[in-house]
């Protein structure tokens, strides 16, 4: 199994900051790698496809990079609404795995 | 728009079967090259994907579950289904079931979620 490894585990930021989420998978997976952002209560909710790729109605705000190992998931400027837990997930090969999350927290 | 609507019981008694169907509206199961899936989420914790069945029939099940898992397709009621069985209360969990397809095979489509709790 591709062990997908998020850091950090949680964060605190204000609105208007800039964040990057960090994912690293535990083998080569090209560019197969999703971010979902989910909110207490809620489904998880696409964001970022193929690594870089953003999910129609998202905000520009959010943009992801990275290919191979490792990947990046950065909120150029923080909104009050996108506080929330956020994953990464491969979808390379299966089993499809999920990162542990990231907890983004107001500060 | 392509809707998923989850239906199943919420209680679920030990060492039984755990049911749940997810049905496909505003789309077609039988579409090219889409996996319809199941994730679950115990409470407080992280997302775990459970298993897929591709268009073609095709089955794919994490190895941690795949002694107890069965996800199916009734393609005349344009619906899929997961089985789980000899459950056990860290099944306890809320379950998704969603679509994946082309761009990025990632999961774009999600169910409504279904809390089953695995109690006596």
């Known amino acids: 199994d591709i062990q997908m490894t998020q850091s950090p585990s949680s964060v605190s930021a204000s609105v208007g900051d800039r964040v990057t989420i960090t994912c690293r998978a535990s083998?080569?997976?090209?560019?197969?790698l999703a971010w979902y952002q989910q909110k207490p209560g809620k489904a998880p909710k696409l964001l970022i496809y193929a690594a870089s790729n953003l999910q129609t109605g998202v905000p520009s705000r959010f943009s992801g990079s990275g290919s191979g190992t490792e990947f990046t998931l950065t909120i150029s400027s923080l909104q009050p609404e996108d506080f929330a837990t956020y994953y990464c997930?491969?979808?390379?090969?299966?089993?499809?795995?999920f990162g542990q999350g990231t907890r983004l927290e107001i500060k | 728009q392509l809707q998923l609507q989850q239906s199943g019981p919420r209680l679920v008694k030990p060492s039984e079967t755990l049911s749940l169907t997810c049905t496909i509206s505003g789309g077609s199961f039988s579409t090219r090259d889409n996996h319809w899936g199941w994730i679950r989420q115990p409470p407080a914790q992280g997302v775990e994907w459970i298993g897929s069945i591709h268009y073609t029939g095709n089955t794919y099940y994490s190895p941690s579950l795949k002694s107890r898992v069965t996800i199916s397709v009734d393609t005349s009621k344009n619906q899929f289904s997961l089985k789980l069985n000899s459950v056990t209360a860290t099944d306890t969990a809320v379950y998704y079931c969603a679509r994946r397809g082309a761009p990025g095979y990632s999961y774009d489509v999600w169910g409504q979620g279904t809390l089953v709790t695995v109690s006596s």
């Open positions: 997930q491969q979808v390379n090969s299966f089993p499809i795995t």
């Open positions: 083998q080569g997976i090209r560019s197969w």
